[in-house]
C-alpha cells in the first residue's frame, strides 16, 4: 500500500473575485459527504490559524443569498501525486456558511459547504416539448439548464435514443422536480456533475479493487441490500463506481458492487497527528451491474 505524506490543495473565492489557495503547513480537518441521492452532497472544513487577512476574505453570511463563493479541494499522498495539480479532486460545492473563532490558542475557520444545492435550490425551467421530439435530446436540454453544472453520464436504459416525445406540452417550474418526475432517485450531483443512472448501472473508477493492500481497514457489515465497511482514507473514489470487495476475514461478502455514498473524514496536517478514514457504503444489485461509457 502507498499511501503515505497527506496532502491538499484547497481552492476559495472570495467576495470580491479573487481566488485564495490553502495548502500545508495550515492544519485541515474534513468531512465529506458525497452519494447518489437527487440531493446536495454536504462538507465541513477546519482550518486552523490562517492569517487574520484570509479569515476577513473567507467568511460568509447564511442570509447572502445572492452572493456565491465556491470551494475546490484536491487531496492524496505524496507517495502517489508528485504534483498537486494532479491530485484527485474530493469536493467541489458552494459555501453555506464561513466564520473565524479563538479556541484556545488557535484561530479556526470553520466552512459549510453543499455541492449543487445551489442549483437544485435555483435552477428553473419553462420550455415547451414538442410532440415527436428527440427525448433524450430533450432531457440533454433540461441538464443543461442546471447553474454552472456540467452534464454527466446519462443511462442508456433511461433515455433511450429511439424515445420520442408522444405529445407537445410545456414545462414550468424547478428542473429539480422534472428530474424527480422523469427519474426518481435515478439521477444525482457530485462534484458539479449530473449524471442520470439505472439501479444496475455504474461509472468506471480509477480504484477498481478494495482489499486489504488498498487500504480496507475491517470487516465488512451487511445492512439488508447495503454494505458498509472503512478503510484509508481514498481520495480517488467517484460515485456510483463499480468496485470489487474482496475481504480475508469474511469473504462470503466478496463480489462486485456500485459505490452509492463514501464519507472521507480526518486531518491532514504537518504538525498533528490525526487518522484519515474513508466510510464506504455499496449497493450489489438485482442484475448484473453494468458501466456506463
Sequence with gaps: MDKFGRIYDMRISTRDGGNIT????????????RHSMPDANVAQFKIYNLPRHIRDLIRF???????????????????????????????????????????GTDWITTIECYDGGF???????????IKGEQWRSSME????????????KLSPNLLPADKKTLRG?????????????NFGCNWFIDNGIVNVL?????????????????????????????IDFDMIFEPRLLVCQ??????????????????VSFKHQGTISDAVCGEAVTHCRVFKGLNVLKVVA
Design 119 to 129: 442549483a437544485l435550490a435555483n435552477s428553473r425551467i419553462e420550455k415547451e416539448f
Design 22 to 33: 490553502v495548502q500545508l503547513p495550515f492544519t485541515l480537518q474534513f468531512m465529506i459527504q
Design 141 to 152: 436540454k433540461v441538464l443543461e439548464l442546471m447553474q454552472d453544472i456540467k452534464t454527466g
Design 169 to 181: 406540452h410545456t414545462v414550468h417550474g424547478k428542473i429539480a422536480d422534472v428530474l424527480n418526475e
Design 198 to 226: 439505472a439501479d444496475d448501472e455504474a461509472l468506471a473508477g480509477a480504484i477498481k479493487v478494495i482489499n486489504i493492500s488498498t487500504g480496507l481497514l475491517d470487516t465488512p457489515v451487511r445492512q439488508d441490500t447495503i
Design 61 to 103: 453570511d447564511i442570509s447572502l443569498l445572492d452572493r456565491r463563493q465556491e470551494v475546490a479541494l484536491k487531496a492524496g499522498y505524496k507517495s502517489v501525486h508528485y504534483d498537486l495539480n494532479d491530485l484527485p479532486m474530493i469536493f467541489r460545492g458552494s459555501i453555506k456558511y464561513a466564520f473565524s473563532e479563538r479556541v
Design 242 to 259: 463499480l468496485i470489487s470487495l474482496m475481504s480475508e476475514t469474511d469473504p462470503a461478502f466478496n463480489g462486485t458492487y456500485k459505490l
